[in-house]
């Protein structure tokens, strides 16, 4: 099949190299021409684990190709997928103006019967847009399709291969067929391919995340009750968890979450349900204790220096919003440094993968290191923001010698209390007291 995907994001650049990876003809589209000459290379302009080696395979194979000439891509296609930001707006709502002008451009260089798949999370009534604008400027036949992804950053690359389901939107036969013979390959073990209307398609994307986002913060909330009453987070988690109908996934207490999905996508449900005008309490709610949640760090830091940090000198081991990844959108770690920076202290900071991408966001307001224990040096405590592997098993004797006063703040529980306690540390997690 020939492919062509509109935007090399951290979406359209997996969907675009799984594509070609089971055999098809890709194009992928961008107007970045730097972007494109790294591309063109098979050089990966995001951090991913997978993504480098398939890129580089499909772009040598022949198989991935990148330009900047969106009618050429448009003209060679069977299947246009839209994999375009929808940033969030100040009212909390997605931007569409990048889906809209492509899809009027789209509808100009059409040539015969073309699938246009949003793949971009597009508010309820996305697709109805989508749908007026390209027949404003086509006589050609074509059928929209909403394809939602549902992909973690850190696992993309296994998640676009081997789906828990694929989300099909659309009322037209013909494109259902398409688009079920496009994602044969990738439900082979049976996961489902769920056909739907359009409406119910973008809705579930952002259900989904929303209610991923819920457990995160019911979670952060039960964390900080723990911590008031005595108890243990980590062996309420684990009561709740081997409970079938709740799981073990995303109850994980922390600094808060962030990235580019979980805020951006609860914000604009609860746009889209003020628009009808009805109140999401919960995700009200979920929003709120998420901003308190990322400042909890600050405030143990605050009390266990009695109030004052001018002065203090704070490592800060994570800076993107999970391990795996180079994404600090929204990150916790962006909280917790402003938060820091206003009580008048200096940071050193490391990350694996989100150094280039820390540069460009705190500049030269915090001091980034080579590794983690040159952050560590003359600090007055250790702050622990993203639960990379690397910062698991570290060497506490060194962190204990090179820090000024052996203090501990783990922001994902990745340390035991007693195995610090015990190693002389005083140490402080999420919801386990100190």
């Not at 390959?185 to 391919?193: A, D, E, I, Q, S």
């Not at 962030?258 to 889209?272: E, H």
């Not at 001018?310 to 990844?325: H, R, S, V, Y």
Request: net charge positive.
């Amino acid at each position: 099949m020939k492919i062509s995907v509109i935007g090399t994001g951290y979406v359209g650049l997996v969907a675009g190299t799984c594509f070609a990876e089971t055999g098809n003809d890709v194009i992928c589209v961008d107007i970045d021409e730097q972007k494109l000459k790294k591309l063109r290379k098979g050089e990966s302009p995001i951090y991913e684990p997978g993504l480098a080696d398939l890129l580089k395979k499909n772009v040598t194979e022949k198989r991935l190709t990148f330009t900047a000439d969106l009618d050429m891509a448009v003209k060679k296609a069977d299947v246009i997928c839209l994999a375009l930001p929808t940033p969030q707006a100040e009212d909390g709502s997605a931007d569409l103006q990048h889906v809209l002008e492509v899809a009027k451009k789209v509808g100009k260089a059409m040539n015969g019967y073309k699938v246009i798949v949003n793949k971009s999370t597009v508010p309820v009534g996305t697709g109805d847009r989508v749908r007026e604008i390209v027949l404003k400027e086509t006589k050609h036949p074509f059928d929209v399709v909403s394809n939602p992804e549902f992909l973690k950053e850190g696992a993309a690359v296994n998640d676009f291969m081997k789906p828990d389901r694929v989300v099909i939107g659309s009322e037209s036969p013909r494109a259902v067929a398409i688009m079920q013979d496009l994602y044969a390959p990738f439900v082979r073990t049976g996961n489902p391919l769920i056909v739907m209307d359009i409406h119910s398609a973008e809705l579930t994307k952002y259900a989904a995340n929303s209610f991923l986002a819920t457990k995160v913060s019911f979670m952060n909330e039960i964390a900080n009750l723990c911590e008031r009453v005595g108890a243990d987070v980590d062996l309420v988690r684990k009561g709740m968890g081997t409970d079938s109908r709740i799981g073990l996934q995303f109850l994980f207490p922390g600094a808060g979450y962030g990235g580019s999905c979980f805020p951006k996508d609860v914000s604009a449900l609860l746009n889209t349900s003020r628009t009808y005008d009805y109140e999401l309490h919960i995700l009200d709610a979920v929003k709120a204790v998420n901003r308190q949640q990322q400042l909890v760090l600050v405030d143990k830091i605050k009390k266990h220096f009695g109030g004052n940090l001018k002065g203090k000198n704070i490592a800060l081991w994570g800076l993107a919003f999970k391990p795996n990844t180079d994404d600090m959108r929204e990150a916790p770690s962006l909280a917790i440094i402003e938060g820091l920076l206003r009580e008048g202290v200096s940071i050193r900071a490391f990350d694996p993968a989100a150094m280039e991408e820390a540069k460009r966001r705190v500049g030269k307001s915090v001091k980034l290191v080579d590794n983690n224990y040159d952050a560590l040096k003359g600090a007055d405590a250790l702050v622990v923001v993203t639960e990379w592997n690397e910062f698991r098993r570290p060497d506490f004797d060194r962190i204990k010698s090179l820090l000024r006063t052996p203090v501990i703040f783990d922001g994902r529980n990745i340390y035991d209390p007693k195995v610090m306690k015990e190693k002389g540390f005083v140490y402080y997690g999420i919801g386990r007291g100190s």
